[in-house]
């Protein structure tokens, strides 16, 4: 059965204290502990940096041209959600976000967007520092006359979406963590991030990864030497 021009207006949204504990970690801490590979393609880059954000997605597939299906879902957004924004099938230049939607982003309290697709009106996007992540910037109007999808399962930056999963994304990127796997991915995040806390203290004092992860295994397996004398073209 297709999805195409269906409107949910309701998701399942996450526990408020899982998405906290998930805000605490980074992308690259959780994408570590996945179970897929959920993280979304580079493309997808933050407008504002030095933002964390995690939140309960809300799909918008937009028709190519139109980003009616945007506005409709920033309308269905609850304060903390993250509106997930992307064209089906080919991406357009048209903008799916900008200054307008900005404001009504802050006024609805989101935690921010990700849009698998152009933004514009970046001024007011930085000047409000609202987070918002996307593939490109174009001042290129869009229609709103069509619905792709709401609240319906979306791909944005080449990976699913099913309306509700947690989204998280930083300065590394965006990560999708379907809600039946988000307990076991914190909780493997969780343990990653304590590791590091605990080594951080050794790096700070001299010691790299090289030496604390025993790196050298690699060199012995493969019979790699370590030469101890100085390069000398002469004697190559
Ligand atoms: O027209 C749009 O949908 C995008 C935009 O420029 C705004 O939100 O200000
Ligand atoms: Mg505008």
Redesign the pocket.
Known sequence: MSNFGKIYSQIERANPSLIAQFKELGVSTIYESMVEETLMDPSITPICKGQIIAGSAVTAINTPGD?LSM?LGLSLTQPGDILVTAFLGTHSYN?L?????TLAGIGRKISGVIADGAV??VKAILDNQFPVWAKSISSK??SVEKIGGINVPAVCGGVLVNPGDIIVADDDGAVVIPLEQAEEVLQKAQKRAEREKEIKGLLLQGKTPYEIFNMGIALEKNEIPIINDKYDSRKV
Do not use: I, P, Y
């Open positions: 980003n506005h903008a976000w900008g200054e307008m939607a514009r009106d109007t869009s």
